[in-house]
């Protein structure tokens, strides 16, 4: 079986198949898995693989790569070949260059250090010809969570947000969620270019500019205002998934910008019948209510979605009509969220909760299509419940007759909630349809007699609502359900059937005593809900008939004083007074009096209501369905009594495509006689009015209509890429602080204006040649913030890299908080380094390291250890990094960066990681350096005191207590120690040294010091009593009883 899965582990594609190629120079596996590599200690998990990447080969590195990408999309961990991945971000091979960019989307996140060391070249990459190559850097820039690089990402987003590829525009748009959830200080900036976003008219860019929106922004309606009608227009040829992003928006903005339509419509009509509506509407006077225009543009091109072939597209377009269409309109959309019960279950699950919610306010709209809720036999459980509230929803004086006895089939079913939730249906049907309620009670009180217990419980509780609508005319109904007291044993049945014998004891005055009877002989074995019911029962009989009850009251509540349960004798002793005195006679006191009124007042009838009533989130949404508010819910708002002024949705005019050509003639001739073709009619009759967006819109109609139009735009980007960057540049020099002043004007008429502007900047430029190029010699050009970081790359560091030890950008500083206990800084931080390679043993090479008790980037339960290289020799060591590592179970290190150059007489720092999962075993690993030409390996060997596994926390002092008193028997450790003098200070100053810990309290003589361990998080808590003698009393309590051990004698030796 191990050689089969072997194989089939070959022939799936993963990382270890068999038809590896030859150059690779991997050593080949048995035959056997047993025998082979797959079980042995010393194998080298993907060295294949990091081989393959590290070849000259793109061959080898695209094979390498396409396996690797293979292993993530079936959900492996790829992580451990991050290093070897990243090396190739500057590979010339565009295909590797893109698979790597997949990768690095994946895993930037988890291993953030070395993905900040190839920032550069994504920040190189933004320029690349290639559309889909700018793309994926900016993806990958975006994904790296780290604040020191927010500045980085938002230039990154600025420049690629006037991209003349509307895909890289697209990923902008994606990446502005991202950098706001890194900074929400950025709003306002990523605002600014939204604002631009938004105004794209492409349809590649629109949705996910909306997305962006929706994250970022949601309650700035006015930025869609300029933009409203443009996405009503193209929102047919947008993504699906773009689709349902604007038409739940566009939902919103309709219930905030027009007024309700619906408002006129009469009382009556609000559950006019179906049918009638047909028959009825050419006759009917119509409402005096008329649309606004821009509101019958949303209705008008959402319509033809409801035939899209995305459930989400329907479902998002069904909401809009029920929340914002006129109601004689809002029938289109029932057909289609018929048509998507036909799909997987997960869709009609969705499908059939919004259809319940609209069936409770517009029963007519799916009446034709009642027997498409009729349930199935594969339905699902949850599925046949939804269908059976429809149903119940949909049933009028018409329909009723079918529904019953469809109801009636569905009580033979072998699903017992299914069953037990069909007779609720058949109570909720007769309660609201009064002329079947009898004919329901006569089929619930036939199931009275029914076999199955659960069926004949839940037909007692359902009749039993029934009654209180109607007790008098049910006398012998409720005498029935009174002889099945000796049958039935389900608790609720039963606690059904007493209330009803207790509230309407006067019908039946001589079945209720007996019942009592009966019941004052099983009292001690009756469920607690039944034994309440009895109680209240023999109040309701000694107020109504206390001759013939008297002493069977006295002696339940006798019963029930001494019962176990305390609900149950604190029930009998409230009673007991309003029909005992304290003396255990009858004598009239103050309750007494007023028992009567109090037990025996009339009580309302029950309202058997639908659970999807009065649900106020908008259809479709996950809120909506867990009917709770969730994350990125958004309230849907009340319609305006009036409505808002629609002036702010015109745009200007678009200037006519042959007065552009007139005009532009001239300076055409000017810049480069060049001719363009004009389109006369652009998409959706909107013309284009700079030269840019008409040669960009070229592009788009062609990339409707043909594949290849990508490559053809990133081709004709690339030859033009000099042109564009120059005027960018200039526009940029000259339009930084008012670029966006004139946003709110019309699109077309803004895109003309600049380009009026830029055409006036290009012949200021050509009047004044020898003044500018006078300028330019005398001064250099100043460079933009982009090229500056690029240039980093080029510069040779020569002060030491910044450690996060030593305080760096990089340094976590926001303290965090979990279940009460949060993470402080250190109170003491050890200067002193211990030396872990002597400058004899790694022949000149010296290494000392020291603890630096902060949190490692990588992980918050790796400890941060400061390494120290130290050149003793005279000739210079290069190439110092880490090598092979002999880790016990559990531990993980993270490697230091490695050190290009270290000349004689000089040291260097850096940083490595080690989770030692609160264990004090020792860590061994080589370190690997060049000298002399030659390859040398040093064997190093860490080792962490107990004192350094933990990490300070503070906790109040009553959270401290409480645990502690958790923490006692073999997980608390004491000791005395003989320490002269009561110094605080001083005794503070000891523990600090012997372990990472915080002072929580020094009040009296006792002082608490709280911690916890960095791999597993439990709570360490030191306490110190100060003895009237020169003795202190300190305890350790911990979860792990070795830690807490160990640091109790670690604490007793640094005392003394």
Not at 75 to 83: I, N, Q, T, V, Y
Not at 359 to 378: A, H, N, Q, W, Y
Not at 443 to 449: A, D, E, I, T
Not at 657 to 670: M, Q
Request: with cysteine; aromatic share 6%; hydrophobic share 35%.
């Amino acid at each position: 079986m191990l050689s089969a899965a072997a194989n089939t582990m070959s022939n799936n594609g993963g990382s270890y198949s068999n038809d590896r190629p030859a150059s690779a120079g991997e050593p080949e596996l048995a035959t056997d898995a047993a025998s082979g590599g797959f079980f042995h200690s010393d194998y080298k998990k993907h060295e294949d693989l990091k081989q393959m990447l590290d070849s000259n080969k793109d061959g080898l590195k695209l094979e390498a790569m396409k396996r690797i990408i293979g292993m993530v999309a079936k959900g492996r961990d790829a992580s451990e070949l991050f290093p070897a991945v990243v090396k190739n971000v500057v590979s010339k091979n565009i295909e590797v260059k893109k698979l790597v960019y997949v990768y690095l989307v994946r895993y930037a996140e988890d291993q953030q250090d070395l993905a900040l060391l190839s920032i550069s070249t994504f920040q190189r990459a933004l320029k690349d010809p290639n559309q889909l190559i700018r793309a994926s850097a900016l993806r990958v820039l975006s994904s790296i969570r780290v604040s020191m690089i927010v500045p980085i990402v938002m230039l990154a987003i600025k420049d690629s947000a006037s991209d003349m590829s509307p895909y890289v525009r697209k990923t902008a748009a994606h990446a502005i969620p991202k950098l706001y959830s890194l900074d929400p200080e950025q709003k306002e900036e990523l605002i600014a270019v939204l604002e631009k976003l938004l105004s794209d008219k492409t349809t590649l860019v629109v949705g996910s500019a909306v997305m962006a929106f929706e994250e970022v922004c949601p309650e700035r309606i006015d930025l869609i205002h300029k933009n409203y009608r443009k996405l009503c227009n193209l929102l047919v040829d947008v993504d699906e998934w773009g689709q349902v992003v604007i038409v739940n928006m566009l939902t919103r903005y309709a219930r905030t910008q027009f007024t309700n339509p619906n408002a006129d419509d009469a009382e009556e009509e609000e559950n006019r019948p179906f049918y009638d509506s047909d028959s009825d509407s050419s006759n009917s006077k119509k409402p005096k209510f008329s649309l606004d225009p821009d509101h019958r543009l949303l209705l008008r091109n959402t319509k033809p979605l409801l035939q899209s072939r995305n459930a989400s597209v329907v479902m998002a377009v069904a909401q809009l009509y029920h929340h914002a269409a006129p109601r004689s309109e809002v029938m289109i959309a029932a057909k289609a969220l018929i048509r998507l019960l036909r799909g997987h279950r997960e869709v009609q699950s969705i499908v059939l909760h919004c259809i319940a919610s609209i069936s409770i306010s517009r029963k007519g709209m799916f009446e034709p299509f009642l027997k498409s809720f009729f349930v199935r036999t594969s339905d699902a459980t949850h599925i046949k419940l939804l269908k059976l509230d429809i149903l119940t929803n949909l049933a009028t004086e018409t329909s009723i007759g079918v529904i019953l006895r469809e109801f009636q089939t569905y009580i033979s079913s072998s699903d017992k909630e299914f069953v037990g939730a069909s007779i609720q249906a058949i109570g909720r049907c007769a309660s609201n349809i009064k002329e079947v309620t009898d004919t329901c009670l006569n089929g619930l009180v036939s199931l009275l007699s029914n076999r199955d217990e659960a069926v004949v419980a839940e037909s007692v509780v359902v009749i039993k609502k029934l009654l209180q609508t109607q007790p008098n005319e049910h006398k012998d109904i409720i005498a029935h359900m009174a002889k099945l007291m000796d049958f039935i044993t389900v608790p609720q049945a039963r606690a059904s059937i007493l209330w009803l014998l207790g509230e309407y004891s006067d019908r039946v005055p001589k079945i209720a005593p007996d019942v009592l009877r009966k019941m004052a002989k099983s009292f001690i074995n009756e469920q607690d809900i039944v034994k309440l019911q009895t109680l209240n029962l023999a109040v309701k009989l000694y107020l109504s008939n206390p001759n013939q009850t008297k002493l069977l009251c006295q002696y339940v509540f006798q019963l029930a004083k001494y019962d176990q349960n305390y609900d149950i004798r604190d029930r009998a002793r409230f009673l007991r007074h309003f029909i005992f005195n304290q003396d255990g006679g009858t004598a009239e006191t103050k309750l007494s009096q007023f028992a009567k009124k109090i037990f025996l007042a009339p009580k309302p009838a029950p309202m058997l209501e639908s659970r999807f009533k009065d649900s106020q989130f908008q259809l479709g949404t996950l809120s909506h369905y867990l009917d709770t508010p969730c994350v990125g819910h958004h309230i849907l708002p009340q319609f305006p009594e009036v409505a808002p002024d629609p002036s702010v949705r015109d745009v200007a005019e678009p200037v006519s495509a042959h007065e552009i050509k007139d005009e532009r003639h001239s300076r055409k001739e000017k810049r480069d006689k060049k001719a363009t073709k004009e389109k006369e009619k652009s998409f959706y009759s909107e013309d284009e009015s700079s030269p840019a967006e008409e040669s960009e819109s070229e592009d788009e109609s062609t990339d409707s209509s043909e594949s290849s139009s990508e490559d053809r735009e990133s081709s004709e980007y690339s030859s033009d890429s000099d042109k564009y960057s120059e005027e960018d540049e200039k526009k940029k020099k000259k339009n930084v602080i008012k670029k966006l002043n004139n946003s709110d004007s019309g699109s077309s008429s803004q895109d003309f204006d600049s380009e009026n502007e830029s055409d006036s900047e290009e012949s200021e430029e050509e009047e004044k040649p020898v003044k500018r190029e006078g300028k330019e010699d005398a001064k250099e050009k100043p460079k933009s913030n982009l090229d500056l970081l690029l240039d980093l790359d080029d510069v040779i560091p020569i002060t030491p890299i910044m450690t996060p030890s030593l305080g760096g950008f990089l340094t976590p500083m926001n303290p965090l908080q979990l279940n009460g206990v949060t993470e402080v800084a250190a109170s003491f931080i050890p200067i002193k380094a211990t030396e872990l390679l002597n400058k004899v043993s790694g022949k000149g090479l010296k290494l000392d390291f020291r603890f630096t008790r902060s949190q490692h980037l990588v992980s918050s339960a790796m400890n941060s250890i400061e390494l120290t290289f130290s050149n003793e020799s005279s000739t210079t060591i290069k190439d110092i990094k880490v090598g092979n590592k002999n880790l016990p179970p559990g531990i993980q290190v993270h490697d230091f960066m490695p050190i290009q150059i270290l000349q004689p007489k000089t040291t260097s720092s850096s940083t490595i990681g080690v989770n030692f999962n609160d264990s004090t075993q020792p860590v061994n690993l080589n370190i690997n350096y060049q000298k002399d030409n030659e390859t040398l390996s040093s064997s190093v060997t860490v080792k962490a005191p107990v004192g350094e596994l933990v990490r300070s926390v503070m906790v109040t002092e009553s959270f401290f207590t409480a645990e502690q008193a958790k923490l006692k028997g073999m997980n608390e450790h004491v000791v005395k120690i003989a320490f002269p003098g009561h110094n605080r200070k001083i005794i503070s100053q000891k523990v600090f040294e012997s372990a990472n810990v915080a002072l929580i309290s020094s009040e009296g003589n006792i002082l608490r010091f709280a911690a916890q361990t960095l791999a597993s998080k439990s709570l360490v808590l030191i306490t110190i009593k100060i003895g009237e003698t020169d003795d202190l009393e300190v305890c350790v309590n911990c979860e792990k009883m070795v830690i807490g051990s160990m640091l109790l004698n670690d604490i007793k030796a640094n005392f003394k």
